[in-house]
């Protein structure tokens, strides 16, 4: 027989798996079979079984059967901010990332979702955004941008063109009208990937060696998400060359 202590910790463990299906039912695309939910969660199928059971019946929208396997149908979310230890460190190292290495909008917005994600969690998990244990330095030397990178990024998202006057690494300047993919972000630099009319292809323009920068009222003639997974389609089929830097 279990201890009180010992049934309590049993409780947790089963809440924490059951929070655990949920979360892995939300991330996966496609049906997902008992005999996988048991070995992500390290547990028997028989216990997965009973934990569907127990979700079903508190009215998770979980559909499915076994042998065929579960999905998690729409319309259905936790509270907001529901975070275990390591998402918690996850979501403020990748924000403190952003605000050492991004433009200074999307640092900014960075610092806001830090302090917004510090007044939200209980006060148990706080000491992990104030003394975390996971660390990232800032950027060190980043050079000065050649254009308005917050821009830019709306630029992608609308679908419109940039006309750029560009100085290659050879320090050759020439003209090019670019539709904006996506900006990059990297340790030492910020990279404007852009499919160019001049080249007929994807290329990738360092920002700080951006002359000048007009942004144009026109629009592409590809949706800016058709564009993105045409660009990431040739990534997967021809690499990444080198010659795709401007």
């Known amino acids: 027989m279990l201890s009180a202590c010992e049934y309590q910790k049993h409780i947790m463990r089963r809440a924490d798996r059951l929070f655990q299906i949920i979360q892995i039912l939300r991330r996966s695309t496609g049906p997902v079979t008992a005999a996988s939910l048991a070995e992500e969660l390290e547990t028997s199928k028989r216990s997965v079984y009973r934990d569907i059971a127990a979700l079903i019946g508190q009215r998770v929208p979980i559909r499915g059967e076994a042998g065929f396997g579960y999905v998690l149908e729409g319309g259905f979310d936790l509270p907001p901010l529901m975070l275990t230890t390591e998402e918690v460190e996850a979501a403020v190292l990748g924000a403190q990332w952003v605000a050492g290495h991004a433009d200074p909008a999307l640092a900014g917005a960075a610092r806001d979702l830090i302090a917004k994600i ?96 007009e942004f144009l009222k026109e629009r592409f003639p590809e949706r800016p998400a058709d564009l993105r997974r045409r660009w990431q389609a040739s990534l997967q089929s021809y690499g990444h060359p080198d010659g795709n830097v401007a």
Request: glycine share 6%.
């Open 118 to 213: 510090a007044a939200c969690v209980p006060e148990g998990l706080r000491s992990l955004i104030d003394d975390s244990a996971a660390r990232t330095p800032p950027a060190w030397k980043m050079p000065v941008d050649g254009l308005n990178v917050a821009l830019a990024r709306a630029w992608a998202r609308k679908g419109y063109k940039i006309a750029l006057v560009y100085r290659d690494r050879d320090g050759q300047v020439s003209k090019r009208t670019v539709w904006p993919v996506a900006i990059a972000y990297f340790d030492a630099a910020r990279v404007l990937v852009a499919w160019c009319e001049l080249r007929k292809g994807f290329r990738d323009f360092r920002i700080d060696r951006t002359v000048n920068a």
